[in-house]
């Protein structure tokens, strides 16, 4: 049976100040947790359905909420729910969080937007690449499935074949990507939005991107050619890319209005409003 999906914004806080977000922390908005008692009376709710559920954490940055770590841990052992979270990455760097994420989550998304500089720039902080780097490389193949997602932007689209190589290597799962919406920060929207022939140049390239048979297990690539036995886990590609390609500007409205951190899983996208 297919797992119910839910996906609850549980923080507006972050630390981070990706320029194209609405949860920048320089932007003046609401920054409230969510009510822990009401998730664990949804909880009860959606557990009495009998039906397998997915619990997945939204934010902001979900992973800064400090309740966070022991409502997960209730929900998981009370109700045996599968528990999923999107992160920027900014705690991964401590073993305690990372040992958590191994124990308690069925899923893990990190966003990633580029090559480092890129990366580092577009979300405030430097050094956050080769944080996430190290962090991937801890967690892969322990515990949760490993997800990056990644916004597409004008200056950073030429470098998703090539992400999506090097992330393979550390031992990802699955890449995802959206395409960067103009809701939540207008100014920044219109110098930085895809262009279509930029989405048709990616489009031609995804057939390469997806999972081929690699000659060694992981670490491997996302687009190695060498026909030898599979690895033990395969990244795959996902986007929304095509219908992107049919209609491409404005971008898809579901694109434009879906947080950056927000947006990872196919799944969490349908879920979300
Ligand atoms: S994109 Fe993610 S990390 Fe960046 S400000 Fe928004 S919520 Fe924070």
Redesign the pocket.
């Known amino acids: 049976m297919k797992p119910l999906v839910i996906v609850w914004r549980v923080t507006g806080r ?5 320029a ?6 320089t932007q003046n908005i609401s920054r409230r947790h969510t009510d822990e008692s009401l998730v664990r009376q949804f909880a009860e709710l959606a557990a009495s359905l009998s039906r397998p559920v997915l619990l997945s954490w939204l ?3 979900p992973l800064l909420w400090p309740a966070l770590t022991q409502l997960t841990r209730d929900l998981r052992q009370r109700h045996g729910f599968a528990i999923s979270t999107t992160t ?1 990455g ?1 705690t991964l760097h401590r073993e305690d969080v990372r040992q958590h994420l191994i124990e308690h989550y069925a899923e893990l998304t990190i ?1 990633l937007d580029g090559p480092a500089p890129l990366h580092d720039a577009l ?2 902080q430097s050094g956050l690449f080769k944080q996430i780097q190290h962090a991937v490389k801890q967690i892969a193949g322990r515990g949760p499935r490993l997800r990056i997602n990644t ?1 597409l932007m004008r200056h950073t689209i030429a470098h998703f074949p090539a992400l999506c190589r090097e992330v393979a290597r550390w031992g990802i799962d699955e890449i995802t990507c959206n395409q960067l919406g103009g809701i939540e920060r207008p100014e920044f929207y219109p110098a930085n939005r895809l262009l279509p022939e930029q989405v048709s140049t990616l489009s031609t390239q995804w057939p390469a991107l997806h999972p081929r048979p690699a000659a060694s297990p992981r670490p491997t690539t996302a687009s190695t050619s060498a026909p030898s036995p599979p690895p033990r886990r395969s990244p795959t590609c996902r986007t929304s890319l095509p219908n992107a390609v049919s209609q491409p500007a404005p971008p898809l409205a579901r694109t434009a209005t879906a ?4 947006q990872s899983s196919s799944r969490s996208e349908k879920a979300l409003p």
């Open positions: 972050c630390n981070l100040s990706c194209f977000c609405a949860y920048d922390r934010g902001g940055e920027n900014t966003s979300r405030g916004v947080p950056k951190c927000a």
